[in-house]
């Protein structure tokens, strides 16, 4: 079973980078989620909608963003947590 980690964030955007995700999002869904991920090396903002009707994102790089931090106590917490429970699970086998 895959889990999600979720940890705080906090990033800033200049303006015309969020006008240019406002206007290519809100066509699928009215609401738009914010995530934040780190993969391949890469932290990544990423605002994404769904709906009946398809999907759309738009994706910014912690090189594009004016500003990003990531509380890494809080992420270093919750992996020890992840590996705590899968080592129970594998000990209770």
Request: no cysteine.
């Amino acid at each position: 079973m895959r889990r999600k980690i979720q940890y705080p964030f906090l990033f800033s955007l200049e303006q015309f980078k969020l006008i240019h995700t406002m206007k290519n999002l809100g066509v699928y869904n009215e609401i738009v989620e914010i995530n934040a991920s780190y993969s391949n090396n890469r932290e990544i903002v990423k605002f994404q909608e769904e709906g009946q009707q398809g999907a759309g994102q738009v994706k910014w790089g912690k090189n594009q963003l004016a500003d990003f931090h990531s509380d890494k106590g809080s992420i270093t917490t919750e992996l020890e947590a992840v590996l705590d429970e899968k080592l129970r699970t594998i000990l209770v086998e």
